[in-house]
């Protein structure tokens, strides 16, 4: 059995027995490469706070490397995402990122792209450091995709996203766009077929607090509160922001909730530290009218919480 899969069963096992202090460090790491991005999408709870400058930034090279060196101490996570809020592409040293996941975790890492910046130029470089999964929302139908995503131009992502396909298996970069539409038949026309292209549907998620409200009143989604599931995020997942503040979780991408400073504190002692205890406890209690994020998540009420698809999707890739 590799370390990383007995990893993932410590961290499986902490949360099915709703410890709140788990039996391993996390399984997956948001780390945002940047705060900054160059749309302003009706989804998007960035639109709050657009006038609070010193929320933006990127983070350094030597800070994203100190906190890899803290991960690498550990079994190897399942994965990496160089993203939170923001739109990776703009930060100036995105392919020295990926370089320097893969020479101290060995892995791919991960990062959601609106795929404007997605030029062949960016493509190149990444490939050249190693090579990483892209996720890119995307749609058949060009006015979907420009009402979701404020700014862009659908022209010019398809561009992109053909233009990195174009560079072939060997550039080590996958790309995996979820349909915006769900209408995945007419978009595996408009963009072909290729070994390294997934396609996906859109899930829609309310982030960002009381953002919630605006994402159920503008797209329909209503939250079905039906059965609670306690949240997997805080046995499984550790969110970062650029600065290095340890949020809640990786749908707090506006600091709802910051748990922690890797500055200031070590990650495994923001793992296993007071605050995610408490934070634990409450979610294993049902208490989430008591945590400002997750009292308007939709998380605690999908059936992906369910000891079931759990297994599915952490041990078989499944769903």
Known sequence: MSAQTLHKIKSFLGYFLHRTEPYAMPVHYHIEATSRCNLKCRFCPYREISNKPDWFGDISPELFEKILNQIADYPPPQGISLHLGGEPLLHPQI??????????????PMFASNGTLLTLNA????????????IIDFSADREVFEQTRTGANWEKVRHNILAAISLGDESNISIYIRSLDRDMDRLKNVLGEHKNLYFTEFELHNVGGDFAQVVESEFGMKIERKKYYVCTHPWFGMAITWDGKAVICCRDVVRTH?????????????????????????????????????????????????????????FFNLG
């Open 95 to 108: 392919d020295e990122l990926v370089r320097i996941t893969h020479r101290i975790l060995k892995i791919k």
């Open 123 to 134: 493509a190149e470089k990444i490939a050249s450091a190693g090579g990483a999964e892209i």
């Open 258 to 314: 910051i748990v922690g400073d890797v500055k200031k504190s070590s990650l495994e002692e923001i793992w296993f530290g007071d605050e995610m205890r408490r934070i634990r406890k409450l979610l294993v209690s049902g208490k989430i009218e008591q945590l400002s994020l997750c009292r308007t998540c939709s998380r605690p009420w999908e059936k992906k919480n369910s000891v079931f698809n759990l297994v599915k999707r952490y």
